[in-house]
T-cell receptor
Framework: AAGVIQSPRHLIKEKRETATLKCYPI?????VYWYQQGPGQDPQFLIS???????DKGSIPDRFSAQQFSDYHSELNMSSLELGDSALYFC?????????????FGQGTRLTVV | GDSVTQMEGPVTLSEEAFLTINCTYT??????LFWYVQYPGEGLQLLLK?????DKGSNKGFEATYRKETTSFHLEKGSVQVSDSAVYFC???????????????FGKGTHLIIQP
């Protein structure tokens, strides 16, 4: 069965650079969520989209932005990168919105800022 | 805000032992509760969930009961296997604080190690 696809799997950037992470949800899923998981930490909710509109916002820094496109894929744009942005970034998708819906997670993008 | 507290790990058990991982929560509304499992190098997989008080979620021999009176959702398994070694996250959703209506609020995770 198709799963959530994230690209790239690994990314190395220097401080103050920008990064773009991509997420392709399971076909027919209309909701996408982004999470950030620091080393040894629990995942922190960043932002979500439903039917291409922002649905909910968590602890996303102002330096980050995201959107969901007409084909339902989503991109997380990160600017002025800091060392503390080094983390595993997960995307998840669900059919319908609301966290009670089962969310299927991708394998994550590991971002390292040097 | 909403929060989830899990027992600290790592938890090391022998194969076929009984497993309990404690999870308690604080929430202002009536959240749904989840257990997710994360194997090395992989994403999070939903293990089980419960959406209202006294519901029992179960999957692959694991089970957890939503206890509103004790605000708990402890994970149990009668006989663990080496393949159960992973990090287990308790999470809640469905309230309008903390992560918001859509986002899950996770506990810190419990690293489970099963020895042959």
């Amino acid at each position: 069965a198709a799963g959530v696809i994230q690209s790239p799997r690994h990314l190395i950037k220097e401080k103050r650079e920008t990064a773009t992470l991509k997420c392709y949800p399971i076909p027919r899923h209309d909701t996408v969520y982004w999470y950030q998981q620091g080393p040894g930490q629990d995942p922190q909710f960043l932002i979500s989209f439903y039917e291409k509109m922002q649905s909910d916002k968590g602890s996303i820094p102002d330096r980050f932005s995201a959107q969901q496109f007409s084909d339902y894929h989503s991109e997380l744009n990160m600017s002025s990168l800091e060392l503390g942005d080094s983390a595993l970034y997960f995307c998840a998708s669900s059919l319908g919105r609301g966290a009670a819906r089962e969310a299927f997670f991708g394998q994550g993008t590991r971002l390292t800022v040097v | 805000g909403d929060s989830v507290t899990q027992m600290e790990g790592p938890v090391t058990l022998s194969e076929e032992a009984f497993l309990t991982i404690n999870c308690t929560y604080t929430a202002t509304g009536y959240p749904s509760l989840f257990w997710y499992v994360q194997y090395p190098g992989e994403g999070l997989q939903l293990l089980l969930k419960a959406t209202k008080a006294d519901d029992k979620g179960s999957n692959k021999g694991f089970e957890a009961t939503y206890r509103k009176e004790t605000t708990s959702f402890h994970l149990e398994k009668g006989s663990v296997q080496v393949s159960d070694s992973a990090v287990y996250f308790c999470a809640l959703s469905g309230t309008y604080s903390g992560g918001g209506a859509d986002g899950l609020t996770f506990g810190k995770g419990t690293h489970l190690i099963i020895q042959p």
